[in-house]
């Protein structure tokens, strides 16, 4: 079992940055992929990034491709999401979420999920 807990999220201009962060609970945490999501009101959750268990490989959404870029640190079990030159198309409620060894794109693909933060970029 692995409990995710988000921070980080806030209201920012557009062109801005902010860096979320993704706190995970579980002596296993390293051997878990974890994925970005996000939702904007009215929309369907939609895949942000994905990074696999060592950190050495990453996966971006279009969308967010050279904007956004997501780390973690193992030892301290979280992950995290920098996210520069923000638009207010970003605007959503982010969520991470963790699977089990390799990444996926695809929200049922993950088996925990955090209980996001919200992200707000104005115009």
């Known amino acids: 079992q692995v409990q995710l807990v988000e921070s980080g999220g806030g209201l920012v201009q557009a062109g801005g940055s902010l860096r979320l962060s993704c706190a995970a609970s579980?002596?296993?945490?390293?051997?878990?992929?974890m994925g970005w999501f996000r939702q904007a009101p009215g929309k369907e959750r939609e895949f942000v990034g994905t990074?696999?268990?060592?950190?050495?490989?990453?996966y971006y959404a279009d969308s967010v491709k050279g904007r956004f870029t997501i780390s973690r640190d193992n030892a301290k079990n979280t992950v995290y999401l920098q996210m520069n030159s923000l638009k207010p198309e970003d605007t959503g409620v982010y969520y991470c979420?963790?699977?089990?060894?390799?990444?996926?794109?695809?929200?049922?693909?993950?088996?925990?999920w955090g209980q996001g933060t919200q992200v707000t970029v104005s115009s």
């Open positions: 979420a963790a699977r089990k060894a390799y990444t996926s794109s695809v929200v049922a693909g993950y088996d925990f």
């Open positions: 579980g002596r296993t945490f390293s051997t878990y992929a």
């Open positions: 990074i696999i268990w060592s950190g050495g490989g990453t």
